[in-house]
């Protein structure tokens, strides 16, 4: 990474500014997003990822977007915690269409010491097959953290979801706060950060700045953003809401890859809804990262081969490892990282004078 390259991951974000960005002319922006996109990584390349719910539904949480929590009646048929095996085979299916990395999410409030092993058990194992290993199991101790950078886990994905000030109208059950001290837990670990959010809940374009904003501001930029279109869910409290714009879904994405340039922005859930045309223009407004296969976790995601007819359609190829260098990474993220600790130390110093 150039001198150049560093000065521009910028943690200082100011509302106002995302806001601006978000409301450019929409052939500004996108001009703007695809040179910044250029600079970091290259332009016809997408990582690919694959998602596998590992325990489904009954979740204590009350996500209003989510089929899977136990508060609603959704229809879906909850499933205990897969055994290690069952996983295992879905992660070699996974490795022989193309991915690179292999996600694992279960519905869960936090782990339970009680899963935890089988849990590690599958890092593991997903990991011995040379694949990238992602989880999302819901909030995290810093124990827990630890256990599962040590057993090698590469990525822990933890959601925003939409900013602080909506949050409460989405989610009562846990705070912003939590999310944002299961991030810190996940960083302090050394694992890499999946975190985005979801559009098209009835947010606000101030709301969507102040999504990326959190992101955009946080000590080290994810290394992963997904951002969702919100997937009406029939039984949820969302299933009525209106459909978000695809051109605001567009904006967005351009606007976080200009904040987070050297971040992996993921078209995650509501692909399906998506045209061919909305997901080139996405791709072209700095999306490089894909779920691929045909569910994602509870919903349908487009066909696997559909995509690969798409990416021949615009010339993309899967990127084959994460174009970063990792050592330069590495070295902005612990040298950030102490710049953090030797802010908080001097803030607490001075507290205490
Ligand atoms: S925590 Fe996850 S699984 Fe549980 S309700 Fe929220 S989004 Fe759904």
Request: net charge negative.
């Amino acid at each position: 990474m150039s001198p150049t390259q560093r000065a521009s991951l910028r943690h200082d974000w100011q509302r106002d500014e995302i806001q601006t960005l978000l409301e450019r002319p929409f052939n500004d922006l996108l001009f703007q997003a695809q040179g910044v996109h250029r600079q970091h990584f290259d332009p016809n390349a997408v990582q690919i990822s694959t998602l596998l719910s590992i325990k489904t539904g009954a979740c204590p949480e009350d996500c209003k977007y989510c089929p899977q929590s136990g508060h609603y009646n959704t229809g879906l048929q909850r499933e205990k915690l897969l055994q290690l095996e069952a996983v295992l085979e879905e992660a070699r299916k996974a490795k022989a269409v193309g991915a690179s990395r292999f996600c694992m999410g279960a519905a869960w409030k936090h782990p339970s010491a009680r899963d935890m092993p089988l849990v590690l058990e599958m890092v593991r194992g997903v990991r011995a097959m040379g694949l990238e290993t992602c989880m999302t199991l819901g909030m995290l101790s810093r124990e827990q953290a630890e256990q599962l950078g040590e057993a090698g886990l590469d990525y822990y994905n933890h959601n925003l979801d939409t900013s602080p000030e909506y949050y409460g109208d989405i989610i009562t059950t846990r705070t912003y706060a939590d999310r944002l001290e299961t991030l810190d837990h996940v960083r302090e670990s050394g694992m890499k950060i999946c975190s985005g959010g979801i559009l098209g809940m009835g947010e606000s374009v101030n709301d969507r700045a102040g999504l990326l904003q959190q992101l955009a501001n946080l000590p080290v930029h994810p290394e992963s953003v997904p951002i969702n279109m919100l997937i009406r869910i029939q039984g949820t409290p969302l299933e009525h809401v209106e459909d978000l714009d695809p051109i605001e879904f567009i904006r967005t994405i351009a606007v976080a890859r200009i904040v987070m340039p050297r971040s992996h922005v993921r078209l995650a859930a509501g692909r399906e809804l998506m045209s061919d045309e909305t997901q080139a223009l996405a791709f072209f407004a700095g999306a490089n990262s894909i779920f691929y296969g045909e569910r994602l976790l509870t919903a349908q995601n487009p066909q696997a081969t559909h995509d690969q007819r798409l990416f021949e359609r615009l010339g993309l190829h899967p990127e084959t490892r994460e174009d970063i260098d990792d050592d330069a990474h590495e070295a902005a993220l612990q040298q950030r990282m102490a710049k953090v600790r030797l802010d908080a130390m001097v803030t607490d110093a001075t507290a205490r004078a």
